[in-house]
């Protein structure tokens, strides 16, 4: 499958909107798990989001459940996490995974259960 490639990310003030973008094949497909990761410096690789392509379910993690939403663009292709009222601890690389396991959307899947990868893309919010 072609890898997931992000878009859009950069810097942003607490409080701010800010849109990440993934592409890649398994967005064409109706059995895939398509999940936003974040990782800060010196901490681990965290599931934020997750859709699950076959019945377009989503999971947040508390911490940004209310203020993050995963939609897919069909005309577009892509997986599109909006961001509202981002905070400083929003900071991080975010990636893009897949998978061909949607139940990799429930919480108690992690990174390792993913093994396809975007190169990441940065989102600073300062204070």
């Known amino acids: 499958q072609v890898q997931p490639v992000e878009f859009g990310g950069g810097l942003g003030q607490s409080g701010d909107s800010l849109t990440l973008s993934c592409s890649g094949s398994?967005?064409?497909?109706?059995?895939?798990?398509i999940a936003w990761f974040r990782q800060a410096p010196g901490k681990e690789r965290e599931k934020v989001a997750c859709?699950?392509?076959?019945?377009?379910?989503?999971y947040y993690a508390d911490s940004v459940k209310g203020r993050f939403t995963v939609s897919r663009d069909t005309l577009k292709n892509t997986l599109n996490l909006e961001m509202n009222n981002v905070k400083p601890e929003d900071t991080g690389v975010y990636y893009c995974?897949?998978?061909?396991?949607?139940?990799?959307?429930?919480?108690?899947?992690?990174?390792?259960?993913?093994?396809?990868w975007g190169q990441g893309t940065q989102v600073t919010v300062s204070s």
């Open positions: 995974a897949s998978k061909p396991r949607p139940r990799l959307c429930r919480a108690r899947y992690g990174p390792l259960d993913f093994d396809s």
């Open positions: 398994g967005l064409r497909s109706e059995y895939h798990a």
């Open positions: 859709f699950s392509t076959g019945d377009g379910t989503g």
